[in-house]
C-alpha cells in the first residue's frame, strides 16, 4: 500500500483522531487494503503487504501481534523513545516491565516480581 498526497480535515485535531480511532472510518482511509476484518471484542485482522507501516496508540491498553503467515522472512522495525522510567504492559498476559536508568523488572499485574531469569 503506498499513500500518496495530504489532506486537511477542517475540524479540530481531537475529532480527526477520535474519527480515525473508529476502524471503518479508518479502513476507508487506506487504499490497497487488502483485510480488516473486525474479529469481535476490539480486536482486528489486517493483512500488511511488503512496504506497508502500522503503528499502535501507546498506553492504549490492548496488545498487539504479528503474525508472519508467508513462507519468507520479515523484517519489523520498531521505533519508539527509549525514555528512563517507562512501564510496559503485557494485556494478554500477567504481566508488566517497569524500567528505570538502573534496571528492569518484570512484574505481575498485583506488582509480585517473576523469579530472576537464570544464566
Given at each position: 500500500?503506498?499513500?500518496?498526497g495530504?489532506?486537511?480535515?477542517?475540524?479540530?485535531?481531537?475529532?480527526?483522531?477520535?474519527?480515525?480511532?473508529?476502524?471503518?472510518?479508518?479502513?476507508s482511509c487506506?487504499p490497497g487494503?487488502e483485510?480488516?476484518?473486525?474479529?469481535?471484542?476490539?480486536?482486528y485482522?489486517?493483512?500488511?503487504k511488503?512496504?506497508?507501516?502500522?503503528?499502535?496508540?501507546?498506553?492504549?491498553g490492548?496488545g498487539?501481534?504479528?503474525?508472519?503467515r508467508?513462507?519468507?522472512?520479515v523484517?519489523?522495525i520498531?521505533?519508539?523513545?527509549?525514555?528512563?522510567?517507562?512501564?510496559?504492559?503485557?494485556?494478554?498476559?500477567?504481566?508488566r516491565?517497569e524500567?528505570?536508568?538502573?534496571?528492569?523488572?518484570y512484574?505481575?499485574k498485583?506488582?509480585?516480581?517473576y523469579?530472576?531469569?537464570?544464566?
Open positions: 500500500m503506498k499513500v500518496d495530504s489532506y486537511t480535515m477542517d475540524a479540530p485535531r481531537e475529532q480527526v483522531f477520535e474519527t480515525l480511532q473508529r476502524p471503518e472510518a479508518l479502513r487506506l487494503v483485510k480488516f476484518d473486525e474479529l469481535g471484542g476490539g480486536r485482522e489486517v493483512v500488511l511488503a512496504g506497508d507501516a502500522a503503528g499502535w496508540k501507546a498506553n492504549a490492548n498487539h501481534c504479528l503474525i508472519n508467508s513462507s519468507r522472512d523484517v519489523y520498531e521505533v519508539g523513545t527509549r525514555i528512563t522510567n517507562e512501564t510496559v504492559v503485557y494485556s494478554d498476559i500477567d504481566m516491565l524500567r528505570d536508568k538502573t534496571d528492569g523488572r512484574l505481575k498485583t506488582g509480585e516480581p523469579p530472576p531469569r537464570k544464566a
